[in-house]
T-cell receptor, first 119, second 109 residues
Framework: GAVVSQHPSRVICKSGTSVKIECRSL??????MFWYRQFPKQSLMLMAT?????????EQGVEKDKFLINHASLTLSTLTVTSAHPEDSSFYIC???????????????FGPGTRLTVT | KNEVEQSPQNLTAQEGEFITINCSYS?????LHWLQQHPGGGIVSLFM???GKKKHGRLIATINIQEKHSSLHITASHPRDSAVYIC???????????FGSGTKLNVKP
């Protein structure tokens, strides 16, 4: 089946630094990728929707200058947390829509997530 | 009130038991997904349903479009099934998921 990878799986960084998280669709083309944030014991919260070749659409309350999203190709989207603070510590998950699947409208595949800890 | 409601929130079962997790939604969804999240965080997509019933191994998912209700069943449950199960409704026109709050399942040996 379709696979979405994320790198790194875990990252620890110091406050004030920037961290880049990659999301790759390994065996399909993803015209749309989604970035989520998950706090402990809570469900996923959509941060932004990323379309290949265009600017990301951010959800209300998500700072676009802090969470930079780039979707430069059909298989790669990146989320950069800029000037990270301890409150940015969280579990970040991406998902990707398969544009080539016969029921492409609805198929989505989730990445394994990246746990970010800001010290 | 959330657009997608799950029940129960927590479920403890003995190994071998038949398990049902329910999901109701109030919005017009394009497809209903069942997701599994193990401790440690990784999410696995179990099923995508827009009608009827799907089966994969010991897992069965059903959806009733008229009643806006879906169920996830696990037959012959096993401790390795212990995880959080999340239902999520996807609306194509909004290009967006609406997530349930999850059901934490603990299967005891």
């Amino acid at each position: 089946g379709a696979v979405v990878s994320q790198h790194p799986s875990r990252v620890i960084c110091k406050s004030g630094t920037s961290v880049k998280i990659e999301c790759r669709s390994l065996d399909f083309q993803a015209t749309t990728m989604f970035w989520y944030r998950q706090f402990p014991k809570q469900s996923l919260m959509l941060m932004a929707t990323s379309n290949e070749g265009s600017k990301a659409t951010y959800e209300q309350g998500v700072e676009k200058d802090k969470f930079l999203i780039n979707h430069a190709s059909l298989t790669l989207s990146t989320l950069t947390v800029t000037s990270a603070h301890p409150e940015d510590s969280s579990f970040y998950i991406c998902s990707a829509r398969d544009a080539t699947h016969p029921t492409a409208n609805y198929e989505q595949y989730f990445g394994p997530g990246t746990r970010l800890t800001v010290t | 009130k959330n657009e997608v409601e799950q029940s129960p929130q927590n479920l403890t079962a003995q190994e071998g038991e038949f398990i049902t997790i329910n999901c109701s939604y109030s919005v017009g969804i394009s497809a209903l997904h069942w997701l599994q999240q193990h401790p440690g965080g990784g999410i696995v997509s179990l099923f995508m349903l827009s009608s009827g019933k799907k089966k994969h191994g010991r897992l069965i998912a059903t959806i009733n479009i008229q009643e806006k209700h879906s169920s996830l069943h696990i037959t012959a449950s096993h401790p390795r099934d212990s995880a959080v199960y999340i239902c999520a409704g996807f609306i194509y026109n909004f290009n967006k998921f609406y997530f349930g709050s999850g059901t934490k399942l603990n299967v005891k040996p």
